[in-house]
């Protein structure tokens, strides 16, 4: 990973974006998957959704893998902010498939100069699904959490008494004991699981999950074989009900746009709660259901729930997993044209 000197001040645009997305790749994406790709044209880089990184039954829609883009996007966006370079983004642009984004540099701009605060977290946010200390999101952070995600055009809910938690975590317990009952769901999520001392750039070894060495090479396995949703969903039951903060994030329409703007805000929202101290965890099996997802619109008056979350001060500090390297994930346009062209022969 190159330092913050590394950054070339006096290359062409194209040499500064690509150094941004050395910084993209920290986001977080459903089962460290990386689904993005970086194409360089002569002065822009287009986001790309790489579909051969989707989840088939966690997310049938590549829904979360657009979502996952977006925290990329983001990222990039408070990159550019720190290095005082401003963006043109065009988000869609011409409704290609995968096409996700056109991220120009704008000379004549002014940099996003709010969002360079949140540089620092960027290397710091991990996914902690360790249990929060009770009671540690005040109405401060919750109210800077739904003031990050309304500047996405993204409203954010946040439930901290005890019937509400209840509630949603009963709906969590139920989805476990669904998605685990499917082979096919458990045989998608062995395969991202590696041991702890595994070489993978991809995927999530043991660790993150809180197993030992021992546990981490036979989860893979275990997961595969045996339907552990009562356990799952009695542990995840307990920590949604015990969270300080259970944050549903949600749009107003279900679009490719609106999943973009999801994941920049689902971003912004853990890079703050990151320079707050604070850590998340994602709770989103019943979003992942389309009965249980209607089913907690309807709870939470919200028209698409797209994110679910549990916020806190955690009880053990979480380690980072891996991400493939910026240069892995950066392909020049015609080499990526040649390579379309190949997969529809
Ligand atoms: C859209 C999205 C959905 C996710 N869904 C879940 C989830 O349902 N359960 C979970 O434990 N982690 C979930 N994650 C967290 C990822 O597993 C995590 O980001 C990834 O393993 C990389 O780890 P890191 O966040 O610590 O960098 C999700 C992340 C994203 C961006």
């Known amino acids: 990973m190159p330092t913050e000197a590394d950054f070339p001040a006096n290359g062409s645009d194209l040499e500064k974006?690509?150094?941004?997305?050395?910084?993209?790749?920290?986001?977080?994406?459903?089962?460290?998957?990386?689904?993005?790709?970086?194409?360089?044209h002569d002065n822009h880089i287009a986001l790309h959704a790489d579909r051969t990184r989707g989840l088939p039954v966690a997310d049938p829609h590549d829904r979360e893998l657009v979502i996952s883009c977006g925290c990329a996007l983001f990222n990039l966006r408070v990159a550019a902010a720190r290095f005082g370079v401003a963006l043109h983004i065009e988000r869609n642009p011409d409704d290609h498939e995968d096409r996700?984004?056109?991220?120009?540099?704008?000379?004549?701009?002014?940099?996003?100069?709010?969002?360079?605060?949140?540089?620092?977290?960027?290397?710091?946010?991990?996914?902690n699904r360790f249990p929060f200390q009770p009671g540690s999101v005040s109405a401060d952070d919750l109210h800077a959490f739904a003031e990050a995600c309304a500047a996405h055009g993204i409203s954010l809910r946040s439930y901290t008494d005890d019937a509400s938690r209840h509630a949603i975590a009963e709906r969590i317990a139920e989805a476990d004991r669904q998605q685990l009952a499917s082979d096919a769901f458990r045989r998608e999520l062995a395969s991202w699981l590696h041991h702890n001392r595994t070489g993978s750039l991809d995927g999530m070894p043991g660790y993150a999950l809180g197993f030992g060495d021992l546990m981490s090479l036979v989860a893979p396995l275990v997961v595969r074989t045996f339907d552990i949703g009562e356990g799952i969903a009695a542990r995840d039951r307990d920590l949604a009900e015990h969270s300080p903060a259970l944050c549903v994030l949600?749009?107003?329409?279900d679009h490719h746009?609106?999943?973009?703007?999801?994941?920049?805000?689902?971003?912004?929202?853990?890079?703050?709660?990151?320079?707050?101290?604070?850590?998340?965890?994602?709770?989103?099996?019943?979003?992942e259901i389309d009965?249980?997802?209607?089913?907690?619109?309807?709870?939470?008056?919200?028209?698409?729930?797209?994110?679910l979350l549990r916020l806190g001060?955690?009880?053990?500090?979480?380690?980072?997993?891996?991400?493939r390297p910026a240069e892995a994930v950066t392909i020049d346009a015609g080499l990526h044209e040649n390579y379309r062209a190949f997969q529809g022969f």
């Open 17 to 40: 974006l690509r150094f941004l997305v050395n910084y993209a790749v920290l986001a977080p994406s459903s089962h460290n998957s990386q689904p993005w790709l970086f194409i360089t």
């Open 100 to 127: 996700l984004a056109n991220i120009h540099i704008d000379s004549e701009a002014a940099p996003e100069a709010a969002l360079a605060s949140l540089f620092e977290a960027i290397p710091r946010r991990v996914t």
């Open 250 to 253: 949600s749009t107003g329409t």
């Open 257 to 287: 746009e609106d999943w973009i703007r999801t994941g920049e805000a689902l971003q912004h929202l853990l890079l703050e709660a990151t320079r707050r101290g604070l850590a998340a965890a994602f709770l989103n099996q019943p979003i």
């Open 291 to 307: 009965r249980l997802r209607q089913d907690l619109a309807h709870h939470v008056g919200a028209r698409f729930p797209q994110v």
């Open 313 to 323: 001060k955690p009880t053990r500090e979480a380690k980072a997993t891996a991400r």
